[in-house]
C-alpha cells in the first residue's frame, strides 16, 4: 500500500468509501441505525415471516385450481380452492346476461376504454372533438345493453357481475359530476331559496348512509310516482347512487370554487360577464382543475359502494360470490369467495388511485422542500 | 345610425324587469320555490292517493304494538312481546355501541399506522403502506364478510371453544367471558374513579395556571395517573375486590352464564375499525407532515427535547390539519355501520327498517324513522366535532 500525495487541485475523482454507499449504506442507514430501529426491523422481519409464509401457501402453493364442485377440489389440495373462478367467470363478467348477446357487453366495454381515453390523458390526438364521443357514451351503452331501435331488448334484472358495477359506476359518474357542479355553485349563490335548497340536498345526501336510500328505493319511492307508473329497480337504483354521490362532488366542487381568489369574480364582472358566462370561461376551468385529485376519490368510492346494492338484491360480483356460497357446490367456500372479488375491487380502485396521484404531481406547481 | 340607437332604451316591461340585478333575483328565486315546491306537492299528492288506493293510510300507531321477533343483542331489556319502539331503541342503542367502540379502536389503529407510515425504518414503512393501499381499495362490505366469514368458519365450535384462562372462551359462536358482579361496596370505587377523573381535570387546569404565571412546572403526569388509576385500585383491593366474577361453563351444546360478544358484533367492529383506520393513519400522516419541519428545528434550537416538542409544538399544529378529515372518518364510519344487515347485526336498518318493515309493510313510516335517525346522529357527531374543532382552532389575530 502506498500513500501518494497531490497537488492541490490535481486530485483525481475517487468513488466514495465502501461504508457511505451501496447496500451496507443503505441498510445500515434505514434499517439499522439506532437501537429502536433495529428492534423495529427485527420485529417487522418476525411479523412477515409469521404472515407470508402462511399467506403464500394459502393462496398459492397448496391451492387447488380444477374441480367440478368444493369436494373434489379440497380433496386435492390443503390451502385455497380457486375452481370456482373457472367455472363461475362468466357469471361474474355478464351476470345472467343472455349468451347470444354477449357481445354487446364486450362492445360497451371497448368502447368504454375507448371514450376515457380522451378524458384520462391529456395528450390525446383531436382531444377536443373525441371528448363528444366520451360525453355520448353513456347514452350509446345504454342502448347497447338494453337493446331496442334494432337491437333485442334485455331485462335490467339480467344484468349483473362486473358489468353491473360498471353500468352502476358509469351511470353515477357521468350524471353525478354535473349535478354536483350545479349543486355547489348553487351553495356559493347569492339567491337564499337556491342557496338553503342546495345546502339541505347536500346534507342530506350526505347524513344518511347510503344503504337507507337504497332501502327507499326499493321499498317506498314507487309511492312517490303518479298512480300506475312503474319503475324498474335498477333505475330507481341508479337515481339514487347518483343524488347520493352528486351531493359529495358538489362538496370537493365547493372546495375548488372557495380556492378561487375573489379577484378573479370581480375581474368577471368587471369584464361585463353575465353569471354563467363567468362561471363558464374563468371560474369553474380554475375551480374544477383544483379539484380534480377529489373528485377521482369520489369517483374510487362511488365505485366501491356499488357493492351495496346486495343488500336490495342486485347481483354485483360480490353478489354473484355471496349466491356461490350459498349453492350446494361452492358452499363453505366464503373465504375464497370473498377474496377473489376483493382482489378485483383493489385492482381496479388502486389503478384509479394511482391514476388521482399522478393527476395530483401533475397539477403541483409550487416547488417542494 | 342614429334611430336605432334612439330604440334601445324602449324595451317592454319582461325585458326591463329582466335586466335590473335586484328584479331577476326575486325573480329566479320565486320561479325556483314554485318548482321546488310544486314537486314536492307533485310527489306527497302521488304518495298519498297512492296509498289509498291500497288502504294503508300514515300512522306510527304500529309503534306500540308488540314486535313478535328477537334481538340477539340487547343492551336493555328486550323480549318478543316488547313494542316496534322498544325494538327500534336497542336498534339505536347497538348502532351507537358499534359506532362508539369503532371510533375508539379506529383512532387508536389510525395513530398507529400513521406514525409506522412515517418511520425511517424501510421495512415497517412498506408493511403499514401495504396494509393501508389494501384496506383502503376494496369496499367495506367485503371486509365485513370476510371477516366474519373467518370468524365464523374459522373458530372451533363450543365443545372444542378456545380457552382463555379456563375464565374466557372463544368459539363460532363468539366471545364468553366472565360477567362482573358488582357488590355494593363497588360503587365505592367507581365513585373514586369519577372523583379522580374530575380532580384531574381541575387540577390540570390549575396546573397550567400556576405554569402560565409563575414557570413553577407540577408532575401532572404522576398526579392524575395516581388520581384515576392508582387511589381506585387501592381501595379495590382495600375494600376486599368487591366484584364477583361469573364464568361461563359448557352445558349441552353452548356456554351457560357469563357475558357473550356476538360474533356479529366482533367481526363488524373489527372490520369497521380496521378499514376506517387505513383512512386514519392517511390522515395523521398527511397532518405531521403539514407541520413545517422548521418548527421542530426551532424547538430543539430551544433545547426542547424531542418527545417535549412532538407533545407540544408538532402534535397541536398537526391536529389543526387532522381533526377537520377526522370528522368526517368518524361520519363514515357510524354511517358505515349501517352494513351490518349484511351479517345480522341488529342496528338501526335492521331492526325497524328491516324486521319490523317487513312485518308491519309500513314502508313510508319506517324509512321516515331510519332516515331521520341518522341525520340526528350524524348531526350530533359533526356538531360536537365542530366544537372541539373551534377549540384547538388557531387563535388569529
Request: charged share 40%; hydrophobic share 20%; proline share 20%.
Given at each position: 500500500m502506498n500513500t501518494q500525495t497531490y497537488k492541490p487541485g490535481e486530485h483525481p475523482d475517487m468513488p466514495a468509501p465502501t461504508n457511505t454507499t451501496g447496500a451496507v449504506a443503505w441498510l445500515r442507514d434505514n434499517l439499522f441505525s439506532t437501537p429502536t430501529n433495529i428492534a423495529l426491523t427485527l420485529l417487522s422481519l418476525w411479523f412477515l415471516y409469521k404472515i407470508i409464509p402462511g399467506a403464500l401457501d394459502w393462496f398459492l402453493f397448496d391451492a387447488a385450481y380444477t374441480g367440478k364442485d368444493r369436494n373434489e377440489c379440497m380433496a386435492k389440495a390443503d390451502g385455497a380452492c380457486w375452481a370456482f373462478v373457472g367455472e363461475r367467470w362468466k357469471l361474474f363478467t355478464y351476470g345472467f346476461y343472455p349468451a347470444a348477446e354477449r357481445w354487446r357487453v364486450n362492445l360497451s366495454f371497448i368502447l368504454l376504454i375507448a371514450a376515457l381515453v380522451p378524458v384520462l390523458w391529456?395528450?390525446?390526438?383531436?382531444r377536443r372533438h373525441l371528448i363528444w364521443f366520451s360525453i355520448a357514451y353513456p347514452f350509446i351503452a345504454g342502448w347497447l345493453l338494453l337493446g331496442g331501435f334494432g337491437l333485442p331488448k334485455v331485462g335490467t334484472d339480467e344484468f349483473g357481475g362486473f358489468m353491473l358495477t360498471l353500468v352502476i359506476g358509469v351511470t353515477g359518474i357521468a350524471f353525478s359530476l354535473p349535478i354536483g357542479i350545479l349543486l355547489a355553485l348553487g351553495r356559493m349563490s347569492n339567491l337564499p331559496i337556491i342557496r338553503v335548497f342546495s345546502v339541505c340536498f347536500i346534507e342530506f345526501f350526505r347524513g344518511v348512509p347510503l344503504i337507507t336510500l337504497l332501502f327507499v328505493a326499493s321499498t317506498m319511492l314507487s309511492y312517490f310516482l303518479p298512480p300506475g307508473t312503474t319503475f324498474d329497480l335498477l333505475l330507481r337504483v341508479l337515481i339514487m347512487v347518483t343524488l347520493f354521490s352528486s351531493a359529495y362532488m358538489a362538496e370537493v366542487v365547493r372546495g375548488g370554487l372557495q380556492a378561487i381568489p375573489k379577484g378573479q369574480f370581480e375581474a368577471a364582472d368587471a369584464m361585463g360577464l353575465k353569471y354563467w358566462p363567468a362561471m363558464r370561461l374563468i371560474v369553474l376551468p380554475q375551480a374544477l382543475k383544483i379539484s380534480i385529485p377529489g373528485i377521482v376519490n369520489s369517483f374510487i368510492g362511488l365505485y366501491k359502494d356499488s357493492v351495496l346494492v346486495i343488500i336490495i338484491g342486485l347481483l354485483d360480483p360480490l353478489g354473484i360470490g355471496r349466491a356461490s356460497v350459498a349453492t350446494t357446490e361452492w358452499g363453505g367456500l366464503s373465504t375464497e369467495i370473498y377474496v377473489f372479488v376483493g382482489i378485483f375491487f383493489f385492482i381496479s380502485c388502486f389503478a384509479m388511485s394511482r391514476y388521482s396521484l399522478y393527476l395530483e404531481d401533475k397539477l403541483e406547481t409550487s416547488h417542494k422542500r | 345610425m342614429s334611430t336605432t340607437t334612439a330604440t334601445v332604451p324602449q324595451r317592454n316591461l319582461v325585458s326591463r324587469l329582466w335586466n335590473d340585478k335586484e328584479t331577476r333575483s326575486v325573480i329566479i328565486q320565486i320561479i325556483a320555490f314554485a318548482a321546488i315546491f310544486g314537486f314536492i306537492a307533485f310527489m306527497v299528492r302521488n304518495a298519498i292517493v297512492n296509498l289509498e288506493a291500497i288502504g294503508k293510510g300514515f300512522s306510527f300507531n304500529f309503534l306500540f304494538q308488540p314486535a313478535s321477533y328477537d334481538i340477539n343483542q340487547a343492551l336493555i331489556e328486550y323480549d318478543s312481546r316488547s313494542s316496534h319502539l322498544r325494538a327500534t331503541i336497542v336498534g339505536v342503542i347497538n348502532t351507537l355501541l358499534i359506532a362508539v367502540a369503532g371510533v375508539i379502536l379506529a383512532t387508536i389503529l389510525g395513530f398507529i399506522l400513521g406514525v409506522l407510515r412515517l418511520s425511517k425504518n424501510w421495512i415497517t414503512n412498506r408493511i403499514a403502506y401495504v396494509y393501508i393501499e389494501y384496506v383502503r381499495n376494496v369496499p367495506v362490505l367485503i371486509h365485513i364478510l370476510l371477516v366474519h366469514g373467518i370468524i365464523v368458519h374459522s373458530l372451533p365450535k363450543p365443545k372444542q371453544a378456545i380457552s382463555i384462562g379456563d375464565a374466557a372462551f372463544l368459539t363460532n359462536r363468539g366471545l364468553f367471558s366472565p360477567k362482573p358482579l358488582f357488590e355494593p361496596l363497588f360503587w365505592i370505587v367507581a365513585a373514586l374513579l369519577v372523583a379522580g377523573v374530575i380532580f384531574t381535570i381541575f387540577f390540570r387546569r390549575h396546573a397550567k395556571r400556576v405554569q402560565d404565571e409563575t414557570g413553577k412546572q407540577y408532575p401532572v403526569f404522576w398526579i392524575s395517573l395516581a388520581a384515576i388509576i392508582g387511589i381506585p385500585f387501592l381501595s379495590y383491593f382495600i375494600l376486599g375486590s368487591p366484584i364477583t366474577w361469573e364464568i361461563p361453563y359448557l352445558k349441552g351444546f353452548n356456554f351457560k352464564d357469563g357475558m357473550v360478544i356476538r360474533p356479529e358484533f366482533i367481526a363488524l367492529w373489527l372490520a369497521l375499525s380496521l378499514y376506517t383506520a387505513a383512512f386514519i393513519g392517511e390522515i395523521v400522516r398527511a397532518g405531521i407532515l403539514a407541520v413545517n419541519y422548521g418548527q421542530t428545528e426551532a424547538s430543539s434550537a430551544l433545547g426542547i427535547s424531542r418527545g417535549r416538542t412532538l407533545n407540544l409544538v408538532v402534535i397541536p399544529q398537526a391536529m389543526r390539519v387532522i381533526v377537520p378529515p377526522l370528522t368526517s372518518q368518524y361520519l363514515n364510519l357510524t354511517k358505515n355501520s349501517s352494513l351490518a344487515i349484511a351479517i345480522g347485526y341488529m342496528d338501526i336498518v335492521a331492526t325497524i327498517g328491516g324486521i319490523s318493515l317487513n312485518q308491519t309493510g309500513r314502508e313510508m313510516e319506517c324509512m321516515t324513522i331510519v332516515l331521520i335517525l341518522y341525520l340526528i346522529i350524524s348531526l350530533l357527531i359533526s356538531a360536537f366535532m365542530n366544537w372541539y374543532n373551534k377549540r384547538i382552532k388557531l387563535v388569529e389575530r
Open positions: 391529456d395528450k390525446t390526438p383531436f | -
